[in-house]
């Protein structure tokens, strides 16, 4: 368990589920994996998580038969979609109603169920139309433009190199005709409220 707050949720719950451990990264988790048995892994996508895709692909490799549940902080369809090819067994959104659904969601896990939040299942339907000349990547890093976060964190976030999020960048300054990123971000503010709208 990488969310610590998730602890007191299941501890509530009348089942049978028992908390292994609490950890403040993937690597931890997986050390104490190497010495412990667990069946369910909850963790997140929060900055801290580096390279979180090659993380999780290790972890499945070496721990197999290990059941993953991801709770999204900052969701964005490209690093979805990598997720759910890499087998992860449930999306849960931070902003679910975990004390309802978080207990129910281990067990379907570990009977082999796979579980998508709604409000992931909604962001996932929201990533098939995209506005002219932006792939989805180049909307995920506007979107975490928005949400403040600087390039090098949108690269670990994305599980790319900075220098794709760099070029993605530039590519966009040229293409919507600006000086910098803040108004670049201003831009994104608009196209990710048209979007929206449309939608």
Request: aromatic share 2%; hydrophobic share 50%.
């Amino acid at each position: 368990l990488i969310r610590g707050g998730l602890r007191d949720i299941i501890n509530q719950a009348a089942t049978q589920t028992v908390v292994a451990g609490l950890f403040e990264s993937l690597a931890e988790a997986d050390a104490f994996l190497n010495s412990h048995e667990a069946r369910v892994l909850i963790a997140d996508d929060s900055p801290h998580t580096v390279n979180l895709l090659k993380a999780l692909k290790r972890l499945m490799e070496v721990h197999p038969g290990l059941v993953i549940l991801m709770v999204m902080q900052r969701p964005t369809a490209s690093v979805t979609q990598k997720l759910l090819a890499l087998g992860v067994r449930a999306l849960l959104h931070k902003d679910d109603d975990l004390e309802t659904t978080l207990n129910p969601t281990i067990q379907n896990a570990v009977k082999g169920s796979m579980t998508i939040s709604p409000l992931i299942a909604e962001f996932l339907d929201q990533a098939i139309t995209l506005p002219a000349n932006i792939n989805q990547r180049d909307l995920d890093i506007l979107q975490l433009l928005t949400e403040g976060l600087e390039p090098k964190a949108i690269a670990v976030h994305l599980g790319v190199t900075y220098s794709v999020v760099n070029r993605a960048i530039n590519r966009m300054l040229r293409i919507y005709s600006v000086q910098n990123v803040a108004q670049l971000v201003l831009i994104a503010h608009q196209i990710l409220k048209v979007r929206t709208q449309l939608e």
